[in-house]
């Protein structure tokens, strides 16, 4: 993750659990790891100073075993240095006072880097550019609109949000605009009365529509190719994209 954590030098004296090793070493761990700013990740919002995760990862990333880092967030909970919250299948730990751990010097930085020219500021203005991209499913809705194709469905509905999101994941935007444009030229697709965005997102049904089923009969349909199909993601490239996600 960008920046800097600048930890106080009375940890000593306030933090109630800094001589206990494991749970002093799993709250350093979760404050370097916290977002500095709100995030998304997988349609959920992370605030500032907040992290998703779980048991089994933190075990991992710390070298805890599970049990120790089951009690070291017990004593965190309790004294009230962090929070948590059940999230589907993952858990969000928010960090109490997180504004604490950031030095103002950092802060100024991150904002002049804003209005940089700096190399240093063109990276982390292209890091944004590609969570946006990850993250705004616009582009998507507003080529459909485009399409003329009638949207009875709403952004209010997390099912429907969360599958164009994986679409845009899996197969990535410009797989899924053809995917669009296909349906656009489907007269049969077109005309169903049970046809809409709910039907789409689901991933057999899409793959259906990208690899031209629907097509009229005297048109040619277009078949994605190799690379632009979907496979079963390595660890690297879950965890690579994890960290796109999370702004690591």
């Known amino acids: 993750m960008n920046g800097y954590i600048a930890w106080p030098k009375d940890m000593d004296d306030t933090f109630a659990w800094y001589t206990v ?12 790891r916290a977002c500095f700013k709100d995030s998304m990740f997988r349609s959920v919002r992370i605030p500032k100073g907040s992290l998703a995760t779980s048991l089994n990862r933190l075990a991992l990333e710390t070298g805890l075993t599970e049990h120790e880092v089951r009690t070291a967030i017990s004593n965190l909970v309790e004294s009230g240095d962090i929070t948590k919250k059940a ?44 969570l946006n991209n990850i993250k705004n499913i616009n582009t998507i809705l507003d080529a459909w609109r485009d399409a003329g ?15 164009l999101l994986r679409l845009l994941e899996d197969y990535g935007e410009n797989s899924v605009l053809r995917a669009v444009a296909n ?17 789409f997102v689901k991933p057999d049904n899409f793959q ?38 999370m702004g690591d």
């Open 149 to 163: 194709l009638a949207e009875k469905d709403t952004l209010k509905n997390k099912d429907l949000c969360e599958g």
């Open 87 to 130: 999230v589907g299948h993952m858990t969000v730990v928010s960090i109490t006072n997180y504004d604490r751990y950031l030095a103002n010097e950092v802060r100024q930085t991150r904002l002049n880097s804003r209005t940089s020219s700096a190399p240093e500021a063109q990276h982390m203005n292209k890091e944004n550019k590609d």
């Open 208 to 245: 259906k529509v990208l690899n031209g089923k629907y097509a009229n009969r005297d048109a040619k349909p277009e078949v994605p190719t190799q690379a632009e199909k979907p496979h079963e993601m390595t660890w690297e490239e879950s965890e690579a994209f994890r960290k796109k996600v």
């Open 183 to 199: 349906v656009a030229a489907s007269d049969f697709l077109r005309g169903q009365p049970w046809f809409g965005l709910w039907w």
């Open 21 to 32: 090793p494991k749970t002093a070493w799993l709250y350093q761990h979760l404050v370097t």
